[in-house]
């Protein structure tokens, strides 16, 4: 399997360059050159030989990413690190099932180490990063921004690694002070954080700028665990395939709470290998660009508010890129130019033929902070379910959208309740139980330094971070 760029001006690369480079040169993110065929006809004819009551996550995920790293791994060895990954999630299914009524269902994503759907991918991507490494004898410097989940999944994806450095940047005071505590808790000579004073749109330019600097790249040996990066759509395509086939198999639609794009990217390729989706349901908070964007075909960057789910609190959805490339037959050429009139205008408007392309399998929805409070409320009430405040955005968007007789809707349960204990007590009126993973974090000391949003500054810091003497 070799990777193309969505923009189209660089050479296809193999798996393990992929995954060390994050971002193509030319801008754009990288994707397989063709969608392996993994499940053939109509269901239940899948040529996937998993069975839900027999076979673990790990064999699951094994089989579903097998085509996309063939020839760069021995199956068994690939097996063993995907098995490694997912020995540390706290519960048997590693992302278990519940229904919540009427034909919905919550797809629990927190059971990993930091308690958000993110640990699914990065827990995996820290283990093929260090054997890559190993491999090659080298040694690298992560860096990334985070609205908030992605930095502490990343952090305990890779700390005490050798070979790896890691400088996370976050919106400084935008973050939820567990967020935060669960990032800069960590006591490891490799983890370098960094608050940034300004948004999280800020910290993703930043990023983007150091890796657009082909030179300073180079130099520090700069590589991204961000969700821009192959291999973690890669493995959230898996509880995509798991949810579908627990279900029997039947047409499923799925309702994502959305931020980066990524998430929903990864149903998107499911489909692209066969798998039967009804519907997507991209749900927003207040920040609504994606919201605007399916229901308008237009996009016009505004300005970032922060919401009772802020690891949603994105304006720009870098992974939409990789949905423009294929709506527009995978020509890079025409995704370059979208995506630079974006950038320059603000604004962007897709053609109507693809926009009737997206009718009937997208919908985008926005959920406001009042109602998703009453969502954890009333599920709290009506099931003794206790959701946080990102899986509410979903779970409302999808009783909205949801219609009578259309099968199944699975909503991505994204983070454990607890990382936003404030938020759901306000809702349901008593305390969250602490899970473990969480137990001790407000008595450890903190870590980190704050930045105003200026390159140069957080270059040099950068720099020094990946000397490994800082
Ligand atoms: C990251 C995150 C999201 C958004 O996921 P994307 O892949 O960026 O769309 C939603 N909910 C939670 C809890 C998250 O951590």
């Known amino acids: 399997m070799q990777y193309i760029s969505t923009r189209g001006e660089v050479s296809a690369l193999t798996f393990g360059d992929v995954l060390l ?5 030319d801008g754009g993110l990288y994707v397989p050159q063709a969608w392996p065929e993994l499940l053939t006809g109509e269901p239940p004819s899948g040529v996937l030989s998993w069975n839900p009551d027999e076979g673990s996550y790990a064999d699951l995920a094994a089989e579903v990413m097998w085509p996309f790293v063939e020839g760069v791994y021995a199956r068994h060895r690939f097996e063993e690190i995907v098995g490694d990954a997912y020995v540390r999630f706290d519960h048997p299914d590693v992302v278990p099932m519940v229904e919540v009524g009427d034909g919905i269902w919550l797809m629990e994503l927190f059971y990993g180490p930091t308690l958000a759907f993110k640990d699914i991918a990065l827990q ?5 990063f260090a054997e890559e490494l190993q491999r090659r004898g080298s040694q690298v410097t992560i860096v990334g921004a985070t609205s908030g989940d992605t930095g502490s999944a990343a952090i305990e994806a890779v700390k005490d690694r050798p070979n790896i450095q890691i400088v996370i940047l976050h919106p400084h005071g935008r973050v939820s002070d567990v967020q935060r505590r669960q990032m800069t808790t960590v006591d490891s000579p490799n983890v370098h954080n960094v608050a940034i004073e300004g948004t999280f749109d800020d910290c993703q330019d930043l990023v983007k700028a150091m890796f657009g600097d082909t030179a300073f790249r180079n130099e520090q040996r700069l590589s991204a665990v961000n969700s821009i990066n192959w291999a973690r759509v890669m493995a959230q395509m898996v509880y995509y395939v798991a949810a579908a086939q627990r279900l029997g198999n039947e047409v499923v639609s799925f309702c994502v709470p959305t931020g980066n794009f990524g998430n929903v ?33 237009t996009m016009t960057i505004g300005e970032v508010y922060s919401t009772l789910s802020p690891s949603m609190d994105i304006q720009v959805s870098s992974n939409l890129e990789r949905l423009l490339f294929e709506l527009l037959g995978r020509d890079g050429r025409s995704t370059a130019r979208l995506l630079k009139d ?3 205008a603000g604004q962007m408007r897709i053609s109507e033929s693809i926009r009737e392309v997206l009718r009937g399998s997208w919908v985008g929805i926005k959920v406001d902070d009042e109602t998703t409070l009453q969502t954890i409320a009333a599920c709290y009430r009506d099931s003794g379910k206790i959701i946080d405040p990102h ?3 979903g779970l409302t968007a999808a009783r909205r959208s949801h219609v009578q007789g259309e099968g199944a809707m699975v909503v991505m349960a994204t983070a454990h309740p607890a990382k936003f204990a404030d938020t759901v007590q306000s809702a349901i009126g008593c305390s969250v139980p602490v899970p473990s993973a969480l137990a001790g974090l407000v008595d450890r000391p903190e870590r980190y330094e704050v930045f105003p949003n200026d390159l140069k500054t957080v270059k040099a810091h950068v720099a020094r971070c990946a000397t490994g003497l800082v």
């Open 21 to 25: 480079t994050g971002l193509a040169s």
């Open 124 to 128: 995996l991507v820290g283990r093929l």
């Open 265 to 297: 990217f990864a149903g998107y390729a499911a489909q692209q290998m066969g798998l039967a989706v009804s519907r997507f349901v991209v749900a927003s908070n207040r920040n609504d660009i994606l919201t605007q964007f399916f229901t308008s075909g």
């Open 342 to 344: 974006f950038r320059v």
């Open 391 to 393: 899986t509410a955005v």
